[in-house]
C-alpha cells in the first residue's frame, strides 16, 4: 500500500530563516507528487505537481524538488504569511485518488 | 466567485440525526470527491465520482453515502450520526487529464455530532 509520511510534524522558524520540509513515499511507479498549502479551517490551496526525479518547481519563496524517494520543499527567508500546513500527496490505484500526508505545520515568527 | 462551494460551512448536530453536506463547483470538472480531516490523521478520502453514473468508495466509506446529482453537484449524507463523525470535510474537483489529476478544493464544512 501506498504511504506517504512528511517531517517534521512542526517547524517554527524566525523571519528570514530558511528552511527545508521532507516528504518521503513508497509507490509503486510514481506517476506524480501534489505539494498543497492549507491555512487553519481551510481547504487545501495546490501549489505544485512534480512528474520525475530531479524536477523542481518553484513560486515566491516556495520551491519543491524531487527524487526517486522523497521530496523536499524548501522555504527561503520565510515571511510571517508563509505559516501554514504544508501537505503533500501522491495519487494511487486508478490515478485519481490522493494519499495524503500529515502535514508539516510551518509558524514563522516575526 | 469561489469554483468549489461547500454548504454549510459549519453545522452542529446530534446523534442518530441524518446530515446532508453538499458541494457545488462553476469550473465543469468531471471528477468530484468528498475528504475528511482529522487532527493527527490527515485527509482520507470517503468517496469519488468520475461522472454522474460512476461513484466509487473511498477508504472510509462507511457510515456514509453520496449522491452526484449533476456534474456539478456531489452531496455527502450521513444517515445517523455518530460522534466520531465530527470532522471537518472537504469536497474536491478535478479534470481528466493525460496524467494524475490535480484536485482543487472547497472550503470546508466543519461538522459537529454532539
Known amino acids: 500500500e501506498d504511504q506517504v509520511t512528511q517531517s517534521p510534524e512542526a517547524l517554527r522558524l524566525q523571519e528570514g530563516e530558511s528552511s527545508s520540509l521532507n516528504c518521503s513515499y513508497t509507490v509503486s511507479g510514481l506517476r506524480g507528487l501534489f505539494w498543497y498549502r492549507q491555512d487553519p479551517g481551510k481547504g487545501p490551496e495546490f501549489l505544485f505537481t512534480l512528474y520525475s526525479a530531479g524536477e523542481e518547481k518553484e513560486k515566491e519563496r516556495l520551491k519543491a524538488t524531487l527524487t526517486k524517494k522523497e521530496s523536499f520543499l524548501h522555504i527561503t527567508a520565510p515571511k510571517p504569511e508563509d505559516s501554514a500546513t504544508y501537505l503533500c500527496?501522491?495519487?494511487?490505484?486508478?490515478?485519481?485518488?490522493?494519499?495524503f500526508g500529515g502535514g508539516t505545520r510551518v509558524l514563522v515568527k516575526p | 466567485d469561489a469554483d468549489v462551494t461547500q454548504t454549510p460551512r459549519n453545522r452542529i448536530t446530534k446523534t442518530g440525526k441524518r446530515i446532508m453536506l453538499e458541494c457545488s463547483q462553476t469550473k465543469g470538472h468531471d471528477r468530484m470527491y468528498w475528504y475528511r480531516q482529522d487532527p493527527g490523521l490527515g485527509l482520507r478520502l470517503i468517496y469519488y465520482s468520475f461522472d454522474v453514473k460512476d461513484i466509487n468508495k473511498g477508504e472510509i466509506s462507511d457510515g456514509y453515502s453520496v449522491s452526484r446529482q449533476a456534474q456539478a453537484k456531489f452531496s455527502l449524507s450521513l444517515e445517523s450520526a455518530i460522534p466520531n463523525q465530527t470532522a471537518l470535510y472537504f469536497c474536491?474537483?478535478?479534470?481528466?487529464?493525460?496524467?494524475?489529476?490535480?484536485?482543487?478544493f472547497g472550503p470546508g464544512t466543519r461538522l459537529t455530532v454532539l
Open positions: 500527496a501522491v495519487p494511487q490505484g486508478g490515478g485519481n485518488k490522493l494519499t
Open positions: 474536491a474537483i478535478a479534470q481528466l487529464a493525460g496524467g494524475p489529476d490535480t484536485q482543487y
